[in-house]
């Protein structure tokens, strides 16, 4: 039988519910898991640049999950493919933000109370400090203590590496009157700024990180093709994507107005190997407004120099081409005429695209297939384009009838739903293909009408931003870089100055305690010594000059 | 247009710095290895430094001065591998900052595009750091500890990491480029050079120990190496100035590079894989810093911090670059 009595029952305090939490909270502000909460961010970070994230390019991710029908389900359950908006990378940040608060609260206050209070009286032996240094010079103790005063008080002491130091120098008080011996004493403190810009430097963070939660609150941004030639203005149904934050005003928009007047498109030419073909300068040619009533201004815009209207910015992200095209029905009638945006898939601007003729009877027709910039015919590929500009620019498409949008489904524009769609076929029974050149006519079979490839335009893809938490996010970020350089560079010294009498001269010596290490200390004690040493020899000459003249 | 004749010139140079480097590379580990026999002349008591006003805490790695020579014998073992060393370095160096201009000249504009000239330029920053601070102090015992990697370096670059001189993609045509770009190679130099400094203290920590333990058992080669190298203390206190030094100039390239994001990409923060890597490694080196300054954490600990730091800068510049998909994928490869 067990006989020794049960260690938990005997020895432990009980506690409470607040007990409990204040310990909780001792364990979340501790350095220890503030460290363990920035490792764990730094690793929670890394599955995001791996695997293809959903708010970046959610085509990626779906084609990552058709690869991987296994594990892929898994990771998404994990939240792989969001990283960055999932509960575990949430909590990681929003545990290490607590944390933050809970560690510059209370040193602020603790470094409030250091700034105001006075340096401490020197202590007995300077000779047991880390660094003391000791020089005998003429004059009294009072006159030299004197003179050190004034050393430290004038702002011109130079510190290690010649940088100038402001010194505290703790007034006159009982602990400064003389012992039994000792001579008079001085305390000074210096480099309250590191702590200051330490604290800062938190405190910025918590101010980035608010930035950025205002940013995503009441930031948007919206996405838009725009063919070259037309204009949109800043309404939610101008564009093609919408993304708001939770606590948007959709109503609330600036009221302004971009036209894409002509783009100008340059790619590497003249180099071989990888870089041929490479984006060389996109510029847009625009007129804006920026509200019904203003003037129109022509202006650039281009891949570093968004457009601004107030808070919100029009960027070029992207280009494309829009080839325009008219399908007639059997008696000659347009159908649609329009420049349609095909969606560049590869480096050399092989685009995919969709003409929906919605107007065609008795079915609707629909065309899908690739716009070309410089159209050749891969063995295996099929059309391909072999440079991103227009050097043979062709479009080759299949053409589908029936119904284009069953159950009135909403479908991207990009591509055609054929479920309710037949292919046309041509007399040997193959998938009809086109091959059209620009100016080029080609009537479809079986009195359907025909199609024509007009011209080529290009499109612009802008991307619309607002976001008011950026210039705080900016200003946390500076104050955080000044706040880190100050609590890095600057040095918390105290030095102690004791003067003791030897008949007709006066032994001086400084002590001094750095908080951390500091390598530079025992310069700046030198050359405290020989400053005092200085200010002494000159004084008393001085002195001796005016003596003489009497 | 691009001038390639000036771009063949500025492979010349990186040629010709690697053949410069290697023969220092040489030269240094025959000064290091040369300076045992001092050693059992002078004793190693008498290699203090001239203590300024106290004792230890004004022991500086980077002042620490390798034994001269032998006092009965003033002139007879002067540090000749060491100074030859030296010489080729700078030399080296000066190669290396021609060949960067050659290739900004080649393309008129910064050679801060693409992979290759990343390398160069950084290398060219490690080279002329170390030249600087040899200027003002003994740093001849790490010598060989940053001439090789640096030339490992320009051996990747030449090689694997090779793009020829080209203009920029539209993105990269900014003035954030030269702010952006410059910063981040000259903080990557620097923490290559703690990173250099913290794996040899590291070592002279575990052969102080087993100097302390059992002298006699200690083989020729790790008593070479313990002689050689400055006290771990000292060691120490250099990485983590240096570390110190680098990580405000990465606070600043991430700062520089979010506002570059916010003018190209329409947004300060995209989560890119890129962005990820730099916020990675600015954690990691701020977990860094956290740990060095809290009681109670072992140098040792804090050390495995700064070199894991460096592992995320090799893997934000060599996998990053290649291998994940983003908008930084600039690599020209």
């Known amino acids: ?430 998938p009809l293909r086109l091959l059209l050149k620009p100016g080029q006519t080609i009537q479809l079979p079986g009195g359907r009408g025909s199609i024509t490839f007009d011209a080529v335009q290009r499109w612009a893809g802008l991307s619309t931003r607002y976001d008011p938490g950026k210039l705080f996010a900016l200003i946390g970020a500076l104050a955080a870089l000044a706040g880190l350089i100050a609590s890095l560079v600057i040095r918390r010294r105290r030095v102690f100055v004791r003067v003791r009498s030897t008949g007709p001269r006066t032994v001086v010596s400084i002590g001094g305690l750095a908080k951390g290490e500091d390598p530079g200390l025992g310069a700046t004690i030198e050359d405290l010594l020989s400053t005092i040493t200085q200010r002494i020899t000159a004084k008393r000459s001085v002195t001796k000059g005016s003596d003489t003249k009497v | 247009m691009t001038n390639q004749t000036l771009a063949q010139y500025a492979n010349l140079a990186v040629y010709s710095a690697m053949a410069v480097f290697t023969i220092a590379m040489i030269a240094f580990a025959l000064d290091l290895a040369r300076t045992l026999p001092r050693l059992s002349v002078a004793a190693p008591e008498t290699q203090k430094e001239p203590a300024l006003v106290g004792a230890d805490s004004s022991v500086d790695a980077l002042a620490y001065p390798i034994p001269t020579d032998d006092p009965d014998r003033p002139l007879t073992r002067t540090r000749k591998a060491a100074g030859i060393a030296m010489m080729l370095t700078r030399l080296g160096g000066l190669l290396l900052i021609a060949a960067a201009a050659m290739r900004g000249l080649s393309v008129h504009r910064p050679p801060l595009g693409n992979m290759f000239e990343f390398a160069l330029v950084s290398s060219m920053f490690v080279v002329v750091i170390f030249v600087v601070i040899s200027l003002r102090r003994d740093i001849r015992w790490l010598g060989l500890f940053v001439v090789g990697p640096v030339l490992l370096t320009l051996g990747l670059a030449i090689t694997v990491f090779y793009t020829d001189a080209s203009e920029l993609l539209p993105s990269l045509k900014s003035v954030w480029l030269v702010i952006h770009v410059t910063v981040a190679t000259f903080a990557v130099a620097l923490f290559t050079i703690a990173f250099s400094v913290t794996i040899l203290h590291v070592v002279k920590t575990w052969l102080e120990a087993q100097a302390a333990n059992d002298p006699p058992a200690m083989s020729r080669i790790r008593t070479i190496v313990n002689t050689a190298l400055p006290p771990a203390r000292s060691l120490d206190r250099t990485a983590y100035r240096m570390h110190a030094v680098a990580f405000p100039l990465w606070t600043f390239t991430l700062i520089a590079g979010a506002i570059w994001a916010e003018q190209a990409w329409g947004h300060y923060w995209n989560w890119d894989p890129k962005e990820v890597w730099t916020f990675v490694i600015w954690v990691v080196y701020a977990a860094y810093l956290h740990a060095r300054a809290t009681t109670g954490w072992s140098p040792r600990a804090a050390n495995y911090l700064a070199l894991a730091g460096y592992g995320a800068i090799l893997v934000n510049y060599m996998v990053v670059n290649v291998f994940f998909v983003g908008q930084h994928s600039y690599s020209g490869m």
């Open chain 1, 1 to 430: 039988m067990d006989t020794r009595p049960d260690e938990s029952e005997v020895t432990q305090p009980r506690l409470g519910p607040v007990g409990m939490l204040r310990w909780a909270w001792r364990q979340l502000t501790s350095m220890r898991t503030a460290l363990f909460l920035l490792l764990l961010l730094a690793i929670g970070a890394v599955p995001g640049s791996i695997w293809p994230q959903r708010n970046i390019d959610a085509g990626r991710v779906a084609d990552y999950l058709s690869r991987h029908r296994s594990t892929g389900p898994w990771l998404d359950r994990l939240g792989f493919f969001d990283v960055y908006s999932s509960p575990w990378f949430a909590a990681i940040y929003l545990l290490l933000f607590v944390s933050l608060v809970g560690c510059v609260v209370p040193r602020s206050k603790i470094h409030w109370r250091a700034m105001r209070a006075q340096p401490p009286a020197a202590p007995l032996h300077l000779e047991r400090l880390p660094e003391h240094g000791q020089i005998e010079v003429d004059g009294t103790p009072e006159e030299v203590l004197q003179v050190a005063r004034d050393v430290l008080r004038g702002r011109n002491v130079l510190g290690s590496h010649r940088r100038i130091m402001r010194w505290r120098i703790r007034s006159t008080g009982k602990a400064d009157v003389p012992r039994t011996g000792d001579g008079l004493s001085l305390s000074a403190e210096s480099g309250y700024l590191r702590e200051t810009g330490n604290l800062v430097f938190h405190t910025a963070l918590i101010v980035v990180i608010a930035a950025v939660a205002v940013g995503h609150l009441f930031g948007w941004r919206g996405d838009r093709i725009l063919v070259t030639g037309k204009s949109f203005s800043n309404t939610i149904s101008a564009y093609d994507t919408f993304d708001p934050g939770p606590w948007v005003d959709t109503e609330g928009l600036s009221p302004f107005m971009v036209a894409v007047d002509k783009l100008d498109v340059t790619f590497e030419e003249h180099s071989r190997g990888a870089q041929r073909g490479a984006p060389r300068d996109f510029t847009a040619y625009t007129r804006t407004q920026a509200s019904p009533d203003a003037p129109q201004i022509h202006q650039t815009l281009k891949v570093n120099g968004p457009l601004t209207f107030g808070g919100t910015s029009v960027f070029l992200l992207g280009n494309g081409y829009a080839p325009v095209i008219t399908v007639r029905d059997a008696a000659g009638q347009v159908l649609l005429h329009e420049a349609t945006p095909f969606l560049p898939q590869d480096a050399n601007y092989k685009s995919v695209g969709a003409i929906k003729v919605s107007a065609a009877s008795p079915k609707q027709l629909g065309f899908f297939g690739f716009f070309l910039p410089s159209e050749y015919l891969d063995k295996d590929a099929g059309p391909s384009s072999f440079f991103p500009d227009l050097k043979n620019p062709a479009l080759a498409l299949g053409v589908y009838e029936g119904e284009l949008y069953p159950q009135g489904r909403p479908q991207s524009v990009y591509t055609l739903s054929t479920e309710k769609m037949t292919q046309l076929r041509n007399a040997r029974g193959e």
